[in-house]
Protein backbone atom coordinates (compact mmCIF):
# COMPACT_ATOMS: atom_id res chain seq x y z
CA UNK A 1 0.00 0.00 0.00
CA UNK A 2 2.81 2.31 1.00
CA UNK A 3 5.00 1.52 -2.43
CA UNK A 4 1.53 2.30 -4.24
CA UNK A 5 1.50 5.51 -2.95
CA UNK A 6 5.36 6.65 -3.41
CA UNK A 7 4.26 4.75 -7.41
CA UNK A 8 1.67 7.96 -7.53
CA UNK A 9 3.67 10.21 -5.86
CA UNK A 10 6.33 9.77 -8.36
CA UNK A 11 3.89 9.77 -11.53
CA UNK A 12 2.44 12.77 -10.06
CA UNK A 13 5.71 14.33 -10.13
CA UNK A 14 6.11 12.48 -13.72
CA UNK A 15 3.30 14.48 -14.71
CA UNK A 16 4.28 18.01 -13.55
CA UNK A 17 7.62 17.54 -14.47
CA UNK A 18 5.92 17.44 -18.06
CA UNK A 19 4.11 20.80 -17.53
CA UNK A 20 5.12 24.45 -18.80
CA UNK A 21 7.44 26.75 -16.32
CA UNK A 22 5.42 30.00 -16.13
CA UNK A 23 6.99 32.55 -13.82
CA UNK A 24 3.78 34.25 -12.07
CA UNK A 25 3.96 38.76 -11.30
CA UNK A 26 1.83 40.33 -8.53
CA UNK A 27 -0.71 42.77 -9.93
CA UNK A 28 -1.01 45.70 -9.66
CA UNK A 29 2.92 46.11 -9.42
CA UNK A 30 3.86 49.12 -12.26
CA UNK A 31 6.97 50.87 -11.11
CA UNK A 32 6.34 54.37 -10.30
CA UNK A 33 8.60 55.45 -13.00
CA UNK A 34 6.23 54.20 -15.42
CA UNK A 35 5.38 57.02 -17.93
CA UNK A 36 2.17 55.76 -19.84
CA UNK A 37 -1.13 55.36 -18.63
CA UNK A 38 -1.35 53.13 -15.38
CA UNK A 39 -4.91 52.12 -15.88
CA UNK A 40 -4.31 50.10 -19.06
CA UNK A 41 -4.43 46.23 -17.75
CA UNK A 42 -2.67 45.07 -20.78
CA UNK A 43 0.46 46.60 -19.08
CA UNK A 44 0.45 44.76 -16.21
CA UNK A 45 2.28 41.30 -16.37
CA UNK A 46 0.60 38.59 -14.89
CA UNK A 47 3.26 35.64 -16.09
CA UNK A 48 5.74 34.82 -18.71
CA UNK A 49 7.34 31.69 -19.60
CA UNK A 50 10.47 31.12 -21.96
CA UNK A 51 11.00 27.54 -22.95
CA UNK A 52 14.01 26.01 -24.60
CA UNK A 53 12.66 22.92 -26.99
CA UNK A 54 16.09 21.62 -27.46
CA UNK A 55 14.17 18.56 -30.71
CA UNK A 56 12.73 21.53 -32.41
CA UNK A 57 15.57 24.34 -31.51
CA UNK A 58 13.07 27.14 -31.06
CA UNK A 59 12.55 29.10 -27.65
CA UNK A 60 8.60 29.19 -26.84
CA UNK A 61 7.72 33.02 -25.33
CA UNK A 62 4.32 33.40 -23.73
CA UNK A 63 3.17 36.18 -21.39
CA UNK A 64 -0.48 37.08 -19.69
CA UNK A 65 -1.57 40.12 -18.84
CA UNK A 66 -4.42 41.53 -16.63
CA UNK A 67 -5.92 43.07 -20.04
CA UNK A 68 -6.61 42.36 -23.35
CA UNK A 69 -3.50 43.11 -25.79
CA UNK A 70 -4.72 43.72 -29.03
CA UNK A 71 -6.75 46.67 -28.15
CA UNK A 72 -3.54 48.78 -27.35
CA UNK A 73 -1.47 50.01 -30.17
CA UNK A 74 1.52 51.10 -27.72
CA UNK A 75 1.45 48.16 -26.03
CA UNK A 76 4.81 45.91 -26.62
CA UNK A 77 6.55 43.25 -24.84
CA UNK A 78 10.16 42.34 -24.45
CA UNK A 79 11.84 39.47 -23.83
CA UNK A 80 15.45 40.05 -22.66
CA UNK A 81 18.11 37.33 -22.74
CA UNK A 82 21.22 37.19 -21.06
CA UNK A 83 22.80 34.39 -23.82
CA UNK A 84 26.15 34.61 -21.94
CA UNK A 85 27.74 38.21 -22.83
CA UNK A 86 25.27 40.47 -21.04
CA UNK A 87 26.93 43.13 -18.29
CA UNK A 88 25.48 45.77 -16.40
CA UNK A 89 21.86 46.48 -14.87
CA UNK A 90 20.33 48.49 -17.73
CA UNK A 91 17.50 49.39 -15.39
CA UNK A 92 18.61 50.45 -12.30
CA UNK A 93 17.84 53.49 -12.05
CA UNK A 94 14.69 52.48 -12.36
CA UNK A 95 14.62 50.27 -9.31
CA UNK A 96 15.20 46.85 -11.10
CA UNK A 97 18.61 45.84 -11.03
CA UNK A 98 18.22 42.24 -11.27
CA UNK A 99 17.38 42.36 -15.39
CA UNK A 100 20.12 42.15 -17.54
CA UNK A 101 20.13 41.00 -21.56
CA UNK A 102 22.53 40.85 -24.57
CA UNK A 103 19.59 40.15 -26.68
CA UNK A 104 15.98 40.82 -27.16
CA UNK A 105 12.89 39.65 -28.53
CA UNK A 106 10.73 42.54 -28.89
CA UNK A 107 6.48 41.68 -29.73
CA UNK A 108 4.15 43.74 -30.56
CA UNK A 109 0.17 43.85 -29.85
CA UNK A 110 -0.49 43.73 -33.80
CA UNK A 111 1.15 40.66 -33.97
CA UNK A 112 4.67 41.53 -35.24
CA UNK A 113 7.54 41.62 -33.68
CA UNK A 114 11.54 41.61 -33.90
CA UNK A 115 14.61 39.57 -32.85
CA UNK A 116 17.58 42.38 -33.73
CA UNK A 117 17.26 43.29 -37.33
CA UNK A 118 14.74 40.45 -38.18
CA UNK A 119 11.46 40.36 -38.31
CA UNK A 120 8.99 37.88 -36.09
CA UNK A 121 5.49 36.66 -35.84
CA UNK A 122 3.74 36.68 -32.51
CA UNK A 123 0.19 35.62 -31.58
CA UNK A 124 -2.28 37.86 -29.67
CA UNK A 125 -5.15 36.02 -27.83
CA UNK A 126 -7.43 37.71 -25.41
CA UNK A 127 -4.92 38.44 -22.28
CA UNK A 128 -1.98 36.52 -23.88
CA UNK A 129 0.51 37.09 -26.59
CA UNK A 130 2.67 33.86 -27.98
CA UNK A 131 5.53 33.43 -29.74
CA UNK A 132 8.34 30.82 -31.66
CA UNK A 133 11.34 32.03 -32.19
CA UNK A 134 14.26 29.70 -33.52
CA UNK A 135 17.46 29.62 -31.92
CA UNK A 136 19.28 30.35 -34.84
CA UNK A 137 18.01 33.83 -34.26
CA UNK A 138 19.59 34.01 -30.51
CA UNK A 139 22.64 32.75 -31.04
CA UNK A 140 24.70 31.84 -27.86
CA UNK A 141 27.38 34.38 -26.81
CA UNK A 142 28.82 31.98 -24.34
CA UNK A 143 25.52 29.86 -22.66
CA UNK A 144 23.83 26.76 -24.15
CA UNK A 145 20.63 27.89 -24.93
CA UNK A 146 19.26 25.58 -22.53
CA UNK A 147 21.07 27.63 -19.72
CA UNK A 148 19.98 31.03 -21.19
CA UNK A 149 18.44 33.73 -18.46
CA UNK A 150 15.48 36.00 -19.67
CA UNK A 151 13.62 38.57 -17.59
CA UNK A 152 9.94 40.11 -19.50
CA UNK A 153 8.91 43.82 -19.38
CA UNK A 154 5.88 45.37 -21.35
CA UNK A 155 6.55 48.78 -22.79
CA UNK A 156 4.40 51.51 -24.11
CA UNK A 157 5.94 51.91 -27.63
CA UNK A 158 4.99 55.60 -27.69
CA UNK A 159 7.48 56.51 -25.14
CA UNK A 160 10.97 56.84 -25.33
CA UNK A 161 13.68 55.68 -22.52
CA UNK A 162 12.98 53.73 -19.14
CA UNK A 163 10.25 55.81 -18.77
CA UNK A 164 8.29 53.67 -21.52
CA UNK A 165 9.05 50.46 -18.91
CA UNK A 166 5.41 49.54 -17.90
CA UNK A 167 5.97 46.47 -15.71
CA UNK A 168 8.33 43.63 -15.01
CA UNK A 169 8.01 39.70 -15.31
CA UNK A 170 10.06 38.45 -13.52
CA UNK A 171 11.77 40.96 -11.99
CA UNK A 172 15.34 39.14 -11.87
CA UNK A 173 16.08 37.18 -15.41
CA UNK A 174 15.54 33.22 -14.59
CA UNK A 175 16.64 30.37 -16.25
CA UNK A 176 14.81 29.44 -19.74
CA UNK A 177 12.66 26.09 -18.67
CA UNK A 178 13.24 23.22 -20.91
CA UNK A 179 11.11 20.88 -22.41
CA UNK A 180 11.49 17.78 -22.56
CA UNK A 181 13.71 18.07 -19.88
CA UNK A 182 15.82 15.56 -20.58
CA UNK A 183 17.52 14.96 -16.80
CA UNK A 184 14.63 15.56 -14.66
CA UNK A 185 12.99 12.51 -16.98
CA UNK A 186 16.25 10.34 -16.37
CA UNK A 187 15.99 10.96 -12.79
CA UNK A 188 12.63 10.54 -12.08
CA UNK A 189 11.86 7.11 -14.38
CA UNK A 190 15.36 6.05 -12.52
CA UNK A 191 12.94 6.68 -9.32
CA UNK A 192 10.10 4.70 -10.33
CA UNK A 193 12.27 2.06 -11.30
CA UNK A 194 13.55 1.94 -7.81
CA UNK A 195 10.13 2.06 -6.40
CA UNK A 196 8.98 -0.53 -8.63
CA UNK A 197 12.23 -2.87 -7.76
CA UNK A 198 11.33 -2.56 -4.17
CA UNK A 199 7.61 -3.43 -4.88
CA UNK A 200 8.97 -6.17 -6.33
CA UNK A 201 11.55 -7.55 -3.99
CA UNK A 202 8.68 -7.21 -1.05
CA UNK A 203 6.50 -8.98 -2.54
CA UNK A 204 8.76 -11.93 -3.38
CA UNK A 205 9.63 -11.71 0.28
CA UNK A 206 6.45 -12.19 1.54
CA UNK A 207 5.59 -15.02 -0.62
CA1 LIG B 1 2.41 42.69 -12.75
CA1 LIG C 1 6.27 43.03 -11.95
Redesign the pocket.
Known sequence: MKTTATSLAVIALLLAAGQAHAVS??AG???ASFAGDRTVAAFD?LSAEATFDAEAGTFLLHAHTAGPIADIAAAAYVFGFDRGAATGSPFAGIGVPGVTFDAAVLLRSNGTGTVGGTPLVDRVEGNDIFATVPVSLLPSTGFAPEIFTWALWSIDTSITGNTRNA?????ANVRVAAVPEPQTWAVLLAGLGIVTGVARRRSRARA
Do not use: Q, R, S, Y
Request: glycine share 10%; no cysteine; charged share 35%.
Open positions: DPDLPIDFGPD
